[in-house]
């Protein structure tokens, strides 16, 4: 071979080279066109909707007035829901930070190179979604359902007897501060002196840790939910492990996204339509408390 004279190249690798060609997308026209596109028709229907919509400005905003109930923005109303059933800092930073580790894990759990990108092009991939979809907004609706007593209130007007005639060896299952209120814990358990009895950083010079852990707040805003978070989506992915239906990782973690996606749409709908004052949650043929 002379030196600086072109390799030859076969016949597929050139091929293969064309191919490459003209299966690319130039950023002109093709991405931007459609950006721009996209962009116009967004606008136009944000024009369109504060034309027919009427969005008139509230009061100023008054800090020693606020309104009852306060709600946060509808896209933070799935967060400020589960700032209802369990503690702040869990629902506020733990669990949002833990939902998007998750999310950007997906791609390094399913790792499959066949048919990458096209998640319902799998034979299950659309049992999968409804599976996730139905059983994410059933379990949400009901745990809510059971934290709110409206399975109580249910009861109720069912049987034709007084909310306060619920059977009293069954008031733990009121809801999960029942479970704090109702049961006999041991008085020693709501204030565990963890500062002067364990960490004792007084021994090493610094300041004393006043700290008293309440075991029964513990369990019920912390723990409960953290096993139910992830208790039930294992479930539901071994459940259908066992019985055939999910049976690669791509499977599972459709299911888990669904679910997802469920979960985040129905607490964001409660937050907004069904919660009135105190943030009190009402069933849909009752009239909101909020409306006077």
């Keep these: 071979m002379v030196a600086g004279t072109p390799t030859a190249q076969s016949a597929a690798v050139r091929g293969r080279a064309r191919r490459q060609r003209e299966e690319e997308l130039l950023v002109w026209p093709d991405l931007v066109f459609i950006e721009f596109i996209a962009a116009t028709?967004?606008?136009?229907?944000?024009?369109?909707?504060?034309?027919?919509?009427?969005?008139?400005?509230?009061?100023?905003?008054?800090?020693?007035?606020?309104?009852?109930?306060?709600?946060?923005?509808?896209?933070?109303l799935n967060l400020q829901?589960?700032?209802?059933?369990?503690?702040?800092?869990?629902?506020?930073?733990?669990?949002?930070?833990?939902?998007?580790?998750?999310?950007?894990?997906?791609?390094?759990?399913?790792?499959?190179?066949?048919?990458?990108?096209?998640?319902?092009?799998?034979?299950?991939?659309?049992?999968?979604?409804?599976?996730?979809?139905?059983?994410?907004?059933?379990?949400?609706?009901?745990?809510?359902i059971w934290d709110g007593q409206k399975h109580v209130v249910l009861w109720a007007q069912l049987t034709g007897k007084d909310v306060a005639d619920w059977p009293e060896k069954l008031n733990w299952l009121r809801n999960a501060r029942a479970l704090q209120n109702d049961i006999a814990w041991p008085s020693s358990w709501e204030a565990v002196p963890l500062g002067s009895k364990i960490l004792r950083t007084d021994l090493l010079g610094l300041p004393a840790i006043d700290l008293d852990v309440n075991?029964?707040?513990?369990?019920?805003?912390?723990?409960?939910?953290?096993?139910?978070?992830?208790?039930?989506?294992?479930?539901?992915?071994?459940?259908l492990w066992k019985l055939g239906i999910a049976k690669t990782r791509r499977d599972h973690m459709i299911v888990q996204f669904s679910g997802f996606i469920s979960v985040f749409l129905t607490l964001t709908i409660l937050g907004t339509f069904f919660r009135g004052l105190g943030m009190e949650l009402f069933w849909f043929w009752e009239v909101s408390p909020a409306v006077s």
């Design 215 to 239: 075991i029964p707040a513990m369990i019920v805003e912390q723990m409960l939910p953290t096993g139910l978070m992830i208790g039930l989506p294992v479930l539901l992915s071994a459940v």
């Design 81 to 144: 829901e589960l700032l209802l059933h369990m503690h702040p800092a869990l629902a506020g930073v733990v669990v949002p930070t833990v939902a998007l580790v998750a999310l950007g894990a997906i791609p390094y759990y399913d790792n499959d190179n066949e048919r990458q990108g096209e998640w319902l092009a799998t034979p299950r991939a659309w049992t999968m979604v409804w599976i996730g979809t139905i059983v994410g907004f059933v379990g949400t609706l009901m745990l809510v």
């Design 41 to 76: 028709l967004f606008m136009l229907t944000f024009t369109l909707l504060s034309i027919a919509v009427n969005a008139p400005l509230q009061d100023q905003a008054n800090p020693a007035h606020t309104p009852n109930p306060s709600k946060a923005p509808w896209y933070f």
